[in-house]
């Protein structure tokens, strides 16, 4: 089954502690982003990659990593969090990329108190 | 910059009632304009698309025009079910980029 998964699917973590989020598709689709969706102002693209080791910053890349070592994964990776990073984060994947239809995960909502 | 506004909710309606979701964009360049869909508790599902201005995309009975005289990127449908109860994001792309609007809930109630 083509899909997009992400783990965990619940965090709940302290500020400064790192983590990571992982992604990973089964789809052997190019383009991944990271979103973040928080109540009253929709998604917010944080990070995306074209492909393998191409990774850019989207509109609030403050505070994130991402890597992209191999086509199939694309980590978010949270240093030191902070409770502003307290949100529902998406992971999804496209094709080639954005302007194609965009496969979203289940979502991981974090919480960091 | 680039942003999209969508008209803010909750929206409820009666079955079988008309829906029109309105979506104005700013963008640079020449986006592609999409609608997605949030049902409750999953990840978020391409509803339609349009890539060029006065492209009409439709899926599942609703359909939008994409009117880059007035920037707009409105959705329609003719009949709301009560399946249709989710959430509803209006997003452009432009570049390598994607930028979706704050959402807009809508409840059927039958």
């Known amino acids: 089954e083509a899909q997009v998964t992400q783990n965990p699917r619940y965090l709940i973590t302290v500020t400064g502690k790192k983590l990571t989020v992982t992604c990973s598709q089964n789809?052997?689709?190019?383009?991944m982003s990271w979103y973040r969706q928080d109540p009253g102002l929709g998604l917010r693209q944080i990070y995306y990659s074209m492909n393998v080791e191409v990774t850019d910053k989207g509109d609030v890349p403050e505070g994130y990593k991402v890597s992209r070592k191999e086509k199939r994964n694309f980590p978010l990776i949270l240093e030191s969090p902070s409770p502003n990073q307290t949100s529902l984060y998406f992971c999804a994947s496209s094709e080639r990329g954005p302007q194609d239809e965009q496969y979203f995960g289940p979502g991981t909502r974090l919480t960091v108190t | 910059g680039n942003s999209v506004t969508q008209m803010e909710g909750p929206v409820t309606l009666s079955e079988e009632a008309f829906l029109t979701i309105n979506c104005t964009y700013t963008a640079t360049g020449y986006p592609s304009l999409f609608w997605y869909v949030q049902y409750p508790g999953e990840g978020l599902q391409l509803l339609l698309k349009?890539?060029?201005?006065?492209d009409k995309g439709s899926n599942k009975g609703f359909e939008a025009t994409y009117r880059k005289e007035t920037t707009s990127f409105h959705l329609e449908k003719g009949s709301v079910q009560v399946s249709d109860s989710a959430v509803y994001f209006c997003a452009l792309n432009t570049g390598n980029q994607f930028y979706f609007g704050t959402g807009t809930s809508l409840t059927v109630i039958p």
């Open positions: 789809m052997n689709h190019e383009y």
């Open positions: 349009a890539t060029k201005a006065d």
